[in-house]
């Protein structure tokens, strides 16, 4: 099968590898020649490094490349089978390139969206044939990470999305069914990893060095919450944390910060500027934190039944289930453990007292506990 990736940044020149490594002739398509050229040539050094490692041969190297064509043109589309959409995340662009791939493709073409804050359904809604339509959300970067989101719209066949998902699974990743919600699962789940991150630092607890000691040592996440969102830059991540809130009405559980606000604003993305929560310049010197192990399984158990409270509400809200909550948190974003197995481990009771005693506390929506958990709670049930 033929597959199509309109987009031909880090994310869609990932997702297109990830197709030619399975065997699939690929069309990477951009309007934009200097993102093809860049595009190419990473492509072909990521190709050097694996054959230098030993994990790839010269002759499936080769392969690998000579399946895809770089283009500029929208049209070297026909024939596609499935077709990926990887960019800008502004719904009038995305509805300007639906409707020209509609009219390119032939009718049993599934049309994808690698979005990761807009709705499905509103890609969707402009086409002629909306039943086409699917989330299939990859990781950055895509060749790496195991997990895709495959998302359906209210719109989307039966048939498309149980095609894609077996596409997908076929490429060797770990999929995952989620409701078309605001966030899915990763991008809603792991809101209070930053969010809650980000209050603490806020409320004078605890610099960012040692929050971000406190998660990765005492909690075993690879990256601390200020390393990642200077990883991810402040400017991409602020956006999604504000498209989010807005898309949930304002829920204050999605609102946004200042401090990342005005980091954003300053210009301090993180590590592609040079300057982020942490100086990235040369000269920089490294901030030690407080090791203080009290205060810092503080931070992490106000963060950890936070994200819990987060897992269990979409388990609530059926955005997907428990087995696929876990399994997204664990491969898309390297949690060291499924929330609602670490749940379990901690004690629900325990996670509810902690959260009615933050809602208690600061009298904010932010901290109300999840009917899911109050319900387990009361009936002496754990998730698994």
């Given amino acids: 099968m033929k597959v199509g990736v309109l987009g031909a940044g880090t994310m869609g020149a990932g997702i297109a590898q990830v197709a030619a490594q399975s065997g699939h002739k690929v069309v990477l ?48 589309f026909k024939g596609a089978g499935l077709i990926i959409e990887a960019i800008v995340e502004n719904i009038d662009i995305k509805h300007s390139v639906f409707s020209k791939l509609e009219s390119i493709v032939d009718e049993d073409c599934i049309l994808a969206s690698n979005t990761s804050s807009l709705s499905i359904a509103a890609i969707g809604s402009i086409l002629k044939n909306p039943r086409r339509v699917i989330g299939i959300h990859f990781f950055n970067p895509a060749p ?63 610099d960012f060095a040692t929050i971000d000691w406190a998660m990765k ?12 969102m200077d990883y991810i ?36 993305y993180g590590r592609k500027s040079g300057r982020g929560y942490y100086d990235y310049s040369e000269n920089a010197k490294a901030v030690e934190p407080n090791k203080d192990e009290e205060l810092g399984k503080e931070i992490l158990n106000r963060i950890l039944v936070m994200l819990i409270n987060e897992a269990a509400d979409a388990l609530f809200l059926n955005v997907a289930s428990k087995e696929d909550i876990d399994l997204a948190m664990t491969k898309g ?52």
């Fill in 29 to 76: 398509v951009d309007v934009n020649q200097e993102a093809i050229n860049t595009a190419k040539e990473k492509l072909l050094k990521i190709i050097e490094r694996l054959i230098e490692k030993g994990k790839w041969t010269q002759d499936f190297g080769d392969e690998v490349f000579g399946r895809i064509l770089f283009s500029n043109e929208v049209e070297d």
């Fill in 333 to 384: 974003v390297n949690y060291p453990k499924g929330l609602l197995r670490w749940a379990d481990e901690i004690g629900l009771d325990n996670v509810l007292n902690q959260l009615k005693d933050l809602f208690e506390e600061y009298g904010e929506d932010r901290y109300r506990p999840s009917p899911m958990l109050k319900r387990m709670v009361k009936k002496q049930q754990n998730f698994f």
């Fill in 217 to 228: 040592e005492l909690g075993g996440f690879r990256m601390g919450p200020f390393t990642l």
């Fill in 144 to 206: 790496l990470m195991p997990l895709a989101e495959i998302i359906p719209a209210v719109q989307t066949s039966d048939e498309v999305k149980d095609q894609a998902r077996q596409i997908i699974d076929s490429w060797e990743k770990v999929t995952v069914l989620a409701k078309d919600t605001p966030g899915f699962i990763v991008n809603r789940v792991a809101r209070p990893f930053y969010g809650e991150a980000l209050r603490i630092y806020e409320e004078g607890i605890a």
């Fill in 233 to 268: 830059g402040n400017d991409v991540n602020y956006t999604v944390t504000e498209t989010v809130f807005k898309a949930f009405y304002y829920d204050p559980r999605y609102k946004p910060s200042f401090t990342q606000k005005r980091h954003s604003e300053a210009g301090y």
